[in-house]
Nanobody
Framework: QVQLVESGGGSVQAGGSLRLSCAAS????????MGWFRQAPGKEREVVAT?????RYADSVKGRFTISQDNTKNTVYLQMNSLKPEDTGMYYC????????????????????WGQGTQVTVSS
C-alpha cells in the first residue's frame, strides 16, 4: 500500500524559508510523477510544483520554490524561500506511480495517492 507522509511545515515570517519533505513508501518505481499542491482556507486546491521527467512550477512560486527528489530515500522535497503571506495553506504531496511524463496538473487530477498535508503559515 502506497503511503505518503509530509513534514516540515510550520509558521514563519514573510521572507523566511521552509523545506517540506514527503516520505513515500509502498512502491519501488523511481520514475513517477510527484507533486506538491496547496489549499488555502476557502480556496480551491492548486498546484505548486510537479516533478517527473521535467519539473514545472506554478507562476506564483517560480524562482522561489524548488522541488527535488531523492530516489535513494523515496523522498520528495519542496524548498520554499522568500515566503509570502499568500503562500499560507495546507501543503500536500501527491504521487502517480503510473506516469513519469506530463505530470503537471493545476488541480491534481491524475495523481492517485495523497499525503495528509502539512500546514504552512506565513505572517506579514
Amino acid at each position: 500500500q502506497v503511503q505518503l507522509v509530509e513534514s516540515g511545515g510550520g509558521s514563519v515570517q514573510a521572507g523566511g524559508s521552509l523545506r517540506l519533505s514527503c516520505a513515500a513508501s509502498g512502491y519501488t518505481r523511481s520514475r513517477t510523477c510527484m507533486g506538491w499542491f496547496r489549499q488555502a482556507p476557502g480556496k480551491e486546491r492548486e498546484v505548486v510544483a510537479t516533478g517527473g521527467i521535467y519539473t514545472r512550477y506554478a507562476d506564483s512560486v517560480k524562482g522561489r520554490f524548488t522541488i527535488s527528489q531523492d530516489n535513494t530515500k523515496n523522498t520528495v522535497y519542496l524548498q520554499m524561500n522568500s515566503l509570502k503571506p499568500e503562500d499560507t495553506g495546507m501543503y500536500y504531496c501527491a504521487l502517480d506511480p503510473k506516469r513519469w511524463t506530463d505530470c503537471y496538473s493545476t488541480t491534481g487530477a491524475g495523481f492517485t495517492y495523497w499525503g495528509q498535508g502539512t500546514q504552512v503559515t506565513v505572517s506579514s
